[in-house]
């Protein structure tokens, strides 16, 4: 069965793209009463406020028709912004030889929170460099991941 993120990117992705965005990834976090949808949006010339409204009132239209989710949530649109969380194969291997910092569902070696390198993506397994070890993760024990901003 697909998860929440799954189905709700395979509703909203149409209409975001339609819109000139591209839909980088969604969180829905419960947190009690008052969860939240997070919907990060993303396109080849950046992410404006106005672009994040927009795509904000394309996103709601299509929440408010379909209503997926039972309980009451915030929606809020984002850019990623430069520690921007990765959720596929493809956005890690996008980022090769970057910093990233991931939480684990399980622990490798140990530890459910990994920072590193990431050294290479094959399939879904991902591998980073981490204190001068080279350490094999399966995407799918990564609960978030995120790309470590320099400056």
Same mark, same amino acid.
Request: charged fraction near 25%.
């Given at each position: 069965?697909?998860? =929440? ?17 591209? /839909? ?38 299509? =929440? ?10 915030? *929606?809020? %649109? ?7 969380? *990765? ?14 910092? /991931? ?10 929170? =990994? ?5 290479? %993506? ?13 350490? /094999? %993760? ?14």
């Amino acid at each position: 069965m697909a998860t =929440l993120e799954t189905r709700l990117a395979e509703m909203l992705t149409p209409a975001v793209e339609a819109a000139g965005y591209v /839909v980088w990834g969604i969180e829905y976090v419960q947190a009690g009463k008052h969860s939240i949808l997070r919907v990060y949006i993303d396109s080849e010339q950046g992410i404006s406020v106005d672009d994040c409204a927009d795509a904000s009132r394309q996103i709601s239209a299509i =929440l408010d028709v379909e209503d997926p989710i039972s309980n009451e949530y915030t *929606l809020e %649109v984002s850019s990623p912004g430069l520690d921007r969380p *990765l959720f596929n194969a493809a956005q890690y291997a996008r980022y090769v030889g970057e910093d990233v910092k /991931v939480q684990l569902t399980m622990p490798v070696e140990g530890s459910r929170n =990994l920072k590193g390198v990431i050294d290479k %993506v094959e399939g879904q397994m991902l591998t980073i460099k981490v204190d001068g070890k080279t350490l /094999v %993760v399966a995407l799918d024990n990564i609960r978030k991941g995120n790309i470590i901003a320099k400056f």
